[in-house]
């Protein structure tokens, strides 16, 4: 239900959870993350800092590591974009992510050398008999990787519709 950008080498960097839109409620299913390291933008602190701010956040962890390569990986569902944009995943919900800010924080990052890829995860087709919500999908990412490609350096984009 939000984006991580994961290390590379787990033990020498934090995550960076992106739109976590459970993490104030009472049943939160991992609420000693608080208690850790990991820094957390939630959608709601998302959504009042602003693109520029979110991508000045993850500039800052990023230039913690400077050598430290990472993954972009969409945790769970592209859920993290609100319900009416996204409806076809299994746990859609209000607010989100705003589609123009995710397509731009992630090709900010997939423009940084040190990014080895990206992740997205679990659209359901079922929930999409018409494609409108697989044809936005595609839209993202060909706006993401349009800037980094050719010669980025990233090798692979697999999608996986389980």
Not at 20 to 28: A, K, L, Q, T, Y
Not at 99 to 115: D, G, H, T, V, Y
Not at 150 to 162: E, K, Q, R, V
């Amino acid at each position: 239900m939000h984006i991580i950008l994961a290390p590379i080498n787990l033990g020498l960097s934090p995550f960076l959870p992106l739109g976590e839109r459970e993490c104030r409620d009472d049943d939160f299913a991992w609420p000693d993350i608080a208690e850790t390291d990991i820094t957390c933008i939630d959608v709601f602190a998302a959504n009042l800092l602003g693109p520029d701010a979110i991508t000045q956040q993850i500039d800052n962890m990023l230039g913690a590591r400077p050598a430290q390569r990472f993954w972009i990986h969409f945790d769970i569902d592209i859920d993290v974009l609100d319900q009416v944009v996204m409806p076809a995943v299994d746990s859609p919900g209000s607010p989100g992510i705003d589609r123009l800010w995710l397509e731009n924080i992630c090709a900010q990052l997939l423009l940084n050398p040190l990014c080895c890829g990206m992740t997205l995860s679990v659209f359901d087709p079922e929930l999409d008999p018409g494609g409108h919500c697989a044809t936005l999908i595609v839209e993202m990412l060909e706006a993401m990787f349009h800037e980094c490609l050719p010669g980025s350096g990233m090798l692979l984009l697999a999608l996986f519709f389980l």
